[in-house]
C-alpha cells in the first residue's frame, strides 16, 4: 500500500513538472514562456535551436582556423608520405604512422616516419615528425641516426603543401 502511494505521489510530482513554463532570454524580445518557445510563428524559438546555436557560435568562433590547420596539416602529411606505407592514419586524433619503407636501390637500409599534429599554425612548431633509420647488418636491423636534413626538408614540404589547401 506505502509503494502505491508513494508510486501515485511520483507521478503527480513528475507530471505537474513537465507543467512548469520554459523562459528563455532573448534580447530583443524579452522573455517567451512555455509554448511559444517552441512555435516556430512566434518570435521566440525553441530550446534545442538556442543550444545548437550557442554552441555553435562558440566553437565557430574559437575554433575554425584551428580545425582547418590541422586538418591541412594532416591532409598534407598523408599526401606527402603517400609513397610509403601506412600503418594508421587517424584524422580525429592527427596523427600519421607509416610502415618500414626501403627502396629497391637500397633494400639494406629502411626508414620510418611518424608525423603528430600537435600545434594550430603552419609552421614547423605544429608538426612533430620523427624519422626512424635501420640498416641492415648481420641479418639483422640496427638502428641509423637520422639526418636532420632530412627532416627539415619533410617539415617544409607537409607545411608547403598545408599553405595550398
Known sequence: MKAYIFFIFILVTLTNCAQ????????????????????????????????????????????????????????????????????????????????????????????????YIVGDDLTADSLDIRIFIQELKNNNWIKSSSDNDVLIKIQNSIIDYAASI
Open 20 to 115: 512548469l513554463p520554459l523562459s528563455i532570454e532573448r534580447a530583443d524580445s524579452g522573455h517567451i514562456r512555455g509554448e511559444d518557445a517552441a512555435d516556430p510563428n512566434s518570435r521566440g524559438i525553441s530550446l534545442n535551436k538556442w543550444i545548437k546555436d550557442e554552441i555553435g557560435k562558440s566553437l565557430s568562433i574559437n575554433n575554425d582556423n584551428l580545425i582547418n590547420n590541422k586538418e591541412k596539416l594532416w591532409k598534407a602529411s598523408l599526401a606527402k608520405l603517400s609513397f610509403m606505407p601506412v600503418l594508421e592514419a587517424n584524422k580525429e586524433d592527427y596523427f600519421i604512422l607509416t610502415d618500414w619503407f626501403s627502396i629497391e636501390k637500397d633494400i639494406n637500409s629502411r626508414i620510418k616516419i611518424d608525423v
